[in-house]
C-alpha cells in the first residue's frame, strides 16, 4: 500500500517510528516531514498528507501532531479526504469498515507506540464494506466542493 505521512513538531517522534513499521511491512511511504523540532504549521502538512491521498498518489494518509485533532480539521479540508482521530483500535476498524476513512490522524501526547502500532494496523488492514456505508461516504464527500472549485 502507499501510503503519505507527515507531522507537525509535536508528532515527530511517533510519526518516525509508524513510518519505520510501515516500511517494515513493506508499504511505500512519502515522508513529508517535519524533520526537524522546531515549532511549525501544523495545516501545511495535513494539506500536503490529503492532496497526496486524493489525487490518488497514496492510497492512505498518516498525520501525526499533539492530539491529532488539528491534522483532521486542516485534512479534511481537502475534498476526497475522510481523515479520523483515533485512539484505540477499534474505531481504526470501525472507521474503515463503515466510513472509507483515508487518513489516519494520531495524537503523540495521547497514544504511545505501541497503540498506536496497532491502531495503524487495524486501520491499514481493514477493507471497506460497501454496501449501505457507500451511500452515506457519499453523503459525506458531496459535502464538500469539488477539488479545484
Known sequence: MRFAAASDHAGRALRAALVAHLRAQGHSVEDFG???????DYPDFAVAVGRAVASGAAERGLLV???????????????GVRAAVLSEPTSARATR????????CLGERIVGVGVATDILDAFTDTAF?????????????????????
Not at 517535519?34 to 511549525?40: I, K, L, R, V, Y
Not at 460497501?130 to 466542493?145: E, F, I
Open 34 to 40: 517535519t524533520h526537524g523540532d522546531a515549532s511549525c
Open 65 to 79: 501532531c499533539g492530539t491529532g485533532i488539528g491534522m483532521a480539521m486542516a485534512a479534511n479540508k481537502v475534498p
Open 97 to 104: 469498515a463503515h466510513n472509507d476513512a483515508n487518513v489516519l
Open 129 to 149: 464494506e460497501g454496501g449501505r456505508h457507500a451511500r452515506r461516504v457519499a453523503l459525506l464527500d458531496s459535502l464538500l466542493p469539488p477539488a479545484g472549485a
